[in-house]
């Protein structure tokens, strides 16, 4: 039996995946993005929020979230200078 999906109840901006496991949803500002991304890597984005009862958007959110607060953490800034 499939679990529904949910978005979190987190402002997108600030989303991790523990959010994605304790919060239910209230929807914000949204803008359509369009991109293209491996195949391979939209199967595990997949997978991933499927696993963790959530949308695919939200999976994809944390994971942006969680890059650029690491990539922010090396030194990289909000301006992709290092």
């Not at 995946?17 to 359509?32: G, M, N, P, Y």
Request: charged content about 30%; aromatic content about 2%.
């Amino acid at each position: 039996m499939k679990r529904g999906r949910r978005a979190p109840d987190v402002p997108l901006i600030q989303l991790k995946f523990k959010d994605l496991v304790e919060h239910e949803s209230t929807a914000l500002e949204h803008r359509l993005v369009n991109l293209k991304v491996p195949a391979d890597i939209l199967q595990r984005v997949h997978h991933l929020a499927d696993k963790l009862g959530v949308t695919k958007t939200a999976a994809i959110i944390a994971l942006l979230n969680e890059g650029l607060q690491e990539a922010h953490r090396r030194g990289l800034g909000t301006d992709g200078k290092k």
